[in-house]
């Protein structure tokens, strides 16, 4: 039966008898594709004259260069030395400090004693121990004693306070000026050097009070004259009572000992004995 319309296609049936799908009616048709040469290339003109889109952020070639990084402050030599500056400014205060401890120290125990004096014999600094001279009775005698005034061997006492409070007393008894036959008697001696002699000083120690004292250690026995000078420490001769050979003494002990010295030969006019402690003016005696 007709309604007088147009007779409408069937659909195409594929080979595997379904049918071709029909391009929807409001789809734009694609232009037919022509075998034309100079459309292509026409065509490939084009796209090549397109500006190209750059990718400004994954190119490092496009991006502003970096910022040079803050340049690193130098170190210098100037905070050393201070450092190196400051350090001795503490160590030297601490010395002081020390120092001024110690002597107000010594000032507290001797402060008040009878024994010490405002003004040491020899006129040294108040950095030594002031020591006296006493004759034979015991009576201080303040005009002997230095350099320019000895005091006299075998009459004069020489004695000085101690760190620990108590009181040593030296006197040189005897003195054999040419001693080079008694000291040559030990064959363990060495013989004395050229143009020099041996010389012995027999010495007595005494102490008394707090403490204690060790000669060998705290007494220094020199012997000088216009060309030389020696100490009991510096020669290595043995004598028959060392000075070595006593120790400790303490409260009322009593010693005697040889020192051996050396003078220059010809000079004994001039020779001068001088006895300190360890902390002590040096005293001098001398013969009449």
Do not use: K
Not at 62 to 77: F, H, I, K, T, V
Not at 119 to 137: F, L
Not at 237 to 255: M, N, S, Y
């Amino acid at each position: 039966m007709s309604d007088g319309s147009s007779p409408q296609p069937l659909p195409a049936l594929a080979p595997g008898g379904a049918a071709d799908s029909a391009p929807a009616p409001w789809a734009p048709l694609a232009p037919a594709q022509r075998d034309d040469p100079q459309a292509g290339t026409a065509h490939a003109d084009t796209a090549q004259a397109e500006p190209a889109q750059v990718d400004t952020w994954s190119d490092p070639s496009l991006l502003p260069p970096p910022s040079a990084p803050p340049e690193r402050a130098r170190s210098g030599a100037a905070p050393i030395v201070a450092i190196v500056l400051s350090s001795l400014a503490l160590a030297v205060s601490g010395l002081v400090l020390v120092l001024v401890l110690v002597l107000g120290g010594l000032t507290y125990i001797y402060g008040g004693a009878p024994y010490v004096t405002s003004d040491p014999v020899g006129g040294y600094s108040s950095m030594y121990t002031p020591g006296r001279v006493t004759d034979a009775s015991g009576a201080v005698v303040t005009d002997v004693g230095t350099y320019d005034r000895p005091a006299t061997l075998g009459e004069h006492t020489l004695s000085w306070p101690t760190v620990s409070g108590g009181v040593v007393e030296v006197t040189v008894t005897e003195v054999d000026w040419e001693a080079d036959a008694a000291v040559a008697a030990d064959p363990s001696n060495p013989p004395a050097g050229p143009d020099m002699e041996y010389v012995l000083a027999t010495i007595d120690v005494a102490y008394t009070g707090p403490g204690g004292l060790v000669p060998a250690e705290d007494l220094y026995i020199c012997l000088e004259s216009v060309s030389w000078s020696t100490c009991s420490d510096g020669i290595d001769v043995t004598t028959a009572a060392p000075l070595r050979g006593i120790g400790a003494l303490t409260d009322g002990d009593e010693a005697t000992a040889t020192v051996a010295l050396e003078l220059t030969e010809g000079e004994r006019g001039s020779a001068l004995f001088s006895v300190e402690t360890i902390d002590g003016e040096p005293l001098y005696l001398t013969e009449r």
